[in-house]
């Protein structure tokens, strides 16, 4: 019943692969194993190109995780065991931020089906195997043949009767298979380990349980797929193998163009984002005299106020108030308030000593 359900996506995947074999098979021998080898690794591609906005959504869904790692902490230290209470606050806080925790799953769930298709076809195609999942009986034959290093794409290290059987009778040879297929376990148990230690620097720093769940999948899953690889066909291996790669390039470009917030690479992107200064550009131009900034000049005291004749200064010569005499030299007949003239009268009114020299 399982089975039956996935039909339609064993003749997706299947369909794909028959598309990219048409393709090569204009130039390369259509039931050689490299056309069926390319095939595959097209068909990686394929949908890893698919999958690439999900990818970067899962690197701005990690990002955004990390930039809000202080108030998260913040809230543990606030709510300490009230672990409902700080379930509840930090869901409001991702909501608010528009953090979506399943985001880092995106990429990964619809490659499941695909490596589970993968396995299915390549599991059930041996040389008496007819046409199957939009594939022709000519097609089906090819595929079943084909050799990669001497090793069918469709044998694996461990196969049961029938299919071993029929496998040797291509014919083929043992040894070649299983030595194919430890090499391309191997290769793909290190390129697993590489592209978890390049997830988890593409992630920064964690901590607790994180981090323990990070150790788990550095070690964990080049251990189970050293001992899951002996069940795997020569073709699912060669996926397998290929979407490490790809991986590994992918989070290599990420990593230089999105570093992670706080690393090396992130303060030297920074630095290097800053407009550049050129020296030329704040020189003088040819023929143009050089601006220097002018000297500070010392503040000054204030203008006196008018010293000039005032109604302040009263009648009888009372000097004003800023210490000066006050000319108020007007004869007793005339009402104006000019000089005294020459031949002013004696009782002009004034300060004793006006008029006076001082002799020697």
């Not at 997706?12 to 074999?21: F, R, T």
């Not at 595959?40 to 906005?53: A, N, S």
């Not at 189970?224 to 490490?244: E, T």
């Not at 991986?247 to 800053?274: E, H, V």
């Amino acid at each position: 019943m399982f089975d039956l359900n996935l039909n339609w996506f064993y003749t997706a995947i299947s369909w794909v692969m028959k598309q990219w074999h048409a393709l090569f098979s204009t130039f390369l021998d259509p039931a050689g194993g490299i056309t069926w080898a390319l095939s595959i690794v097209f068909l990686v591609i394929t949908i890893r190109l698919l999958l690439f906005r999900l990818f970067v959504k899962q690197v701005k869904s990690q990002r955004a995780m990390q930039e809000i790692q202080p108030e998260i902490q913040k809230l543990r230290t606030q709510y300490g065991a009230d672990k409902q209470g700080f379930s509840q606050a930090m869901m409001a806080l991702q909501k608010e931020r528009g953090v979506n925790p399943l985001a880092g799953c995106l990429p990964l769930l619809p490659q499941i089906p695909v490596f589970i298709s993968l396995f299915h076809v390549l599991r059930r195609l041996t040389p008496d195997s007819v046409g199957m999942y939009s594939w022709s009986t000519e097609l089906t034959q090819q595929a079943a043949t084909a050799k990669l290093f001497g090793a069918p794409i469709s044998s694996s290290f461990t196969m049961r009767e029938p299919k071993l059987s029929s496998i040797l009778g291509i014919p083929a040879s043992l040894i070649d298979i299983r030595i194919v297929c430890v090499v391309l376990i191997v290769v793909m148990c290190c390129t697993t380990f590489f592209t978890q230690k390049q997830i988890q620097k593409r992630s920064g720093p964690v901590e607790g349980q994180a981090a323990m769940v990070q150790k788990l999948m550095l070690y964990g899953m080049p251990l189970s797929l050293l001992v899951s690889g002996f069940f795997f066909p020569v073709g699912v291996l060669v996926y397998w193998l290929v979407n490490n790669l790809w991986t590994l390039g992918q989070q290599f470009y990420i990593l230089r163009k999105m570093p992670p917030p706080g690393s090396p690479g992130a303060l030297s992107k920074a630095a290097a984002d800053k407009p550049a200064i050129d020296p030329k550009a704040l020189a003088p131009k040819p023929g143009a005299k050089p601006v220097r900034p002018k000297a500070g000049r010392p503040a000054t005291a204030p203008a006196p106020a008018d010293a000039g004749p005032s109604a302040a200064g009263s009648i009888d010569g009372t000097p004003a108030a800023d210490g000066g005499p006050r000319s108020s030299g007007t004869s007793a007949g005339s009402g104006g308030g000019g000089r005294p003239g020459p031949g002013s009268s004696a009782g002009s009114t004034g300060p004793a000593n006006r008029g006076k020299r001082k002799r020697r």
